[in-house]
């Protein structure tokens, strides 16, 4: 079927610019055909229920060139559907038992080989429904044909928290951390400080087999939770990955191998860097995080960028409840120390809400093609933000703009964006979804792509959901949208690819696109930019070409392991 198309005109939407340094960005029409962007046969698909933060998986499990889709929803089913919508054979796997109020999956799968077995497996993290023991939330590991890996799953411990959440697995991701040449498995969680402990372990780290990695788990000394994403990044280039990972207080914290911190870690992260009195100066604090990490000014150094909530001291003895003002974001050298340009942290403007926020991503391409890299983030301002290294903004583009001139601002936020040409002009754009979260909103959310250069809206978006509900659906978890991270990737093989997404409201859309199938030109094309969620852009190696194809039954090496069915060869007319 087709997809109804929401085309804007100039009068009507635009990108908002918030800083002075931010230039206009108007709505353009872009390269490709208005009508270029219809729905695939066969979805969306409906059998999935909604999701939180896992986006679609496109991976080809079985070696043979045809990628599966695989999702996790929020009753914690993991499903698995073919390129025709159809569900596969022996899907879903239920990691509650069922697949209707059971406790849910928060964030996107994992693929990789953990065992080298030249076999694929799928890690996940899911929440609990108890704080007893067999009640609290699990990493489970299974194997392609979904069997659990033997050692698996592995729960998490618990801190007697008091606040009445449960404890939860938020997300997981894989890579070297001990130098070992094998992957090992991070998990973040939620678990804080309750009344009978200082100590919350909620990073952790396992072997392919189950085992605990000594120095893990590790409790910050606030015994704050983690609601956010880890990075494992070699920052240092020792030949492993570190973690880090932000918590729901002002540190944010780098661990190394054995969980121990590196000098000058964890770094208290003010938002300027001479204004350090506690209580008394503004704050960044990572509730809900999504730290990168990449080399941005190509000089062969990793940069750490970070984004989160702004909070001002309210002046009380405690200092619990100070409140949030604005959300910002910091780039730091690896030794923690800010980066030039970011003394003083740039801020977003006043969330529209404090609840179902976004995990204020970061995501890192090079922008504009002047080889070096930019890199954008989702506020809970109504705004996504591009920056380039140097703490200059680039653009900002306002997506909870009423298409009504006057008209109060729509209460949506923005998932996290991917990278990837979608416009078939060879130049790489900006894609992601809205959601509503005060339940009043679910008939205008819609698929965003911006050009990645000026923050400018492409002609025929945004898409519209027509799985989502009506506006006036006011019952409880109607938040309906997209929250989680699209999925760019070539599922059938034909040189141009698809845009995927898993809604809120429990669809699976897939919209075909004219965008070429080509690596250079996704550079960001899913969650937490691979399939490891790592949100780490490695330098090549010296003697590898800037760009590699991979075809889907190659290996992509390095760290990873895992296969690509996302780009390859002969797609370049």
């Known amino acids: 079927m087709f997809v109804l198309l929401v085309i804007f005109s100039l009068s009507t939407v635009s990108a908002k610019p918030l800083e002075t340094n931010a230039p206009e960005a108007p709505v353009v029409a872009s390269p490709a055909a208005t009508n270029a962007y219809t729905m695939r046969a066969g979805f969306p698909a409906t059998k999935p229920n909604g999701s939180y933060f896992s986006s679609p998986t496109v991976v080809d499990l079985f070696k043979d060139g045809s990628p599966e889709i695989l999702s996790a929803d929020a009753t914690g089913c993991i499903w698995g559907h073919n390129i025709y919508g159809q569900v596969l ?39 609990g429904k108890g704080t007893s023991v067999g009640q ?30 449960f404890p939860e ?80 207080e002002i540190y944010f914290y780098r661990y190394n191998s054995d969980g121990n911190q590196y000098p000058g870690w964890p770094i208290r992260t003010y938002t300027h860097v001479n204004q350090t009195t506690w209580n008394v100066h503004d704050y960044l604090e990572f509730t809900r995080s999504g730290p990168a990490v990449a080399d941005l000014d190509g000089d062969g150094s990793y940069e750490i960028i970070a984004a989160g909530k702004v909070r ?62 930019e890199f954008v983030v989702t506020f809970d301002d109504g705004t996504i933000r591009a920056y380039r290294e140097n703490g200059v903004q680039m653009w900002s583009f306002f997506y909870a703009q009423e298409p009504v001139a006057g008209a109060p601002t729509r209460k949506v936020f923005g998932s996290e964006v991917t990278i990837a040409d979608v416009t078939g002009d060879r130049k790489i754009d900006i894609v992601f979804g809205t959601y509503s979260f005060d339940r009043v909103y679910a008939g205008i959310v819609g698929l965003y792509a911006l050009d990645a250069r000026t923050g400018t809206l492409h002609s025929g978006f945004p898409l519209s959901l027509p799985n989502e509900g009506p506006s006036n659906d006011n019952t409880a978890g109607s938040q309906k949208g997209i929250q989680a991270a699209p999925t760019i990737a070539d599922i059938d093989n034909n040189c141009y690819v698809e845009i995927l997404a898993h809604s809120r409201a429990g669809n699976i859309y897939v919209w075909e696109t004219p965008g070429r199938n080509l690596p250079e030109l996704m550079p960001w094309p899913m969650s937490r930019q691979d399939l490891q969620r790592t949100a780490w852009v490695k330098n090549p190696a010296p003697e590898a070409p800037r760009q590699q194809v991979y075809a889907p039954e190659q290996l992509q090496g390095g760290d990873y392991k895992a296969y690509l069915p996302i780009t390859r060869t002969g797609c370049d007319f």
């Open 312 to 373: 001002t001291p309210d002046g009380l003895p405690d200092n619990n409840y100070d409140p949030q003002i604005a959300s910002a974001v910091i780039v730091t050298e690896p030794n923690g120390t800010r980066r030039a340009g970011w003394t003083d942290a740039k801020r977003a403007g006043a969330p529209l809400d404090v609840n179902f926020t976004p995990n204020n991503p970061i995501v890192v391409a090079d922008l504009d093609g002047d080889g070096i890299k």
């Open 169 to 248: 697995v938020v997300h997981v991701a894989v890579a070297d951390i001990i130098g070992d040449g094998k992957l090992e498995v991070v998990a973040t969680t939620t678990n804080e400080a309750g009344s009978n402990t200082n100590f919350a372990p909620n990073v952790y780290a396992w072997s392919a087999n189950g085992t605990i990695l000594n120095g893990y788990p590790r409790s910050a000394d606030k015994g704050s939770g983690i609601w956010g994403h880890p990075a494992l990044a070699d920052i240092d280039n020792n030949g492993y990955s570190e973690i880090l990972v932000g918590r729901d």
């Open 136 to 165: 609290r939330g699990k990493v489970i590991v299974y194997q392609r044909n979904g069997a659990i890996l033997s050692g698996w799953p592995k729960e998490m411990d618990w801190a007697y928290i008091t606040n009445g959440n």
């Open 89 to 127: 054979p022996g899907f879903p796997w239920m990691t509650g038992g069922a697949c209707s109020n059971t406790p849910r999956v928060n964030g996107s799968l994992v693929v990789a080989d953990i065992n080298q077995d030249g076999l694929l497996e799928i890690v996940v993290g899911t929440r």
